[in-house]
C-alpha cells in the first residue's frame, strides 16, 4: 500500500504562485506514475499534469505553462509548482500514484491522496 499526503495549498491572489508537495509512505514511488488532479465545486475531478519514472511529463492544456510536476525520488516526493495562478485554479488539488506506467497515459491512478485546497482569489 501507499499512503499520498498533500500539503501547500492555500489562498493566493491572482497572479500568485504555490508549490504543492505530495509526500509517499509505505513504498518507493520512484518507479511510479505520479499525478495531479483537481476538483473544483459542483465540477467533476480533472487532470492536471502527470509524470513518468524517467521524468516525461505531460500538462493539461489549462495549466500548460504555468504549472510544474516535478519529483525527488531521494524524498518520495511529488512536486507541483504553480505560477501565474487564476481564480478558475481554485479546487481541491489530489496527488495520485500508480505502479503501472500506463496510468502515466490513462488517468488511472490505483492510489490517492486527501487532497490540499487550493483558493485564488481575483
Known amino acids: 500500500q501507499v499512503q499520498l499526503v498533500e500539503s501547500g495549498g492555500g489562498l493566493v491572489q491572482a497572479g500568485g504562485s504555490l508549490r504543492l508537495s505530495c509526500a509517499a509512505s509505505g513504498r518507493t514511488v520512484s518507479t511510479y506514475a505520479m499525478g495531479w488532479f483537481r476538483q473544483a465545486p459542483g465540477k467533476e475531478r480533472e487532470f492536471v499534469a502527470a509524470i513518468r519514472w524517467s521524468g516525461s511529463t505531460r500538462y493539461a492544456d489549462s495549466v500548460k505553462g504555468r504549472f510544474t510536476i516535478s519529483r525527488d525520488n531521494a524524498k518520495n516526493t511529488v512536486y507541483l509548482q504553480m505560477n501565474s495562478l487564476k481564480p478558475e485554479d481554485t479546487a481541491i488539488y489530489y496527488c495520485?500514484?500508480?505502479?503501472?506506467?500506463?496510468?502515466?497515459?490513462?488517468?488511472?491512478?490505483?492510489?490517492w491522496g486527501q487532497g490540499t485546497q487550493v483558493t485564488v482569489s481575483s
Open positions: 495520485a500514484a500508480d505502479p503501472s506506467d500506463s496510468s502515466y497515459y490513462t488517468d488511472a491512478y490505483d492510489y
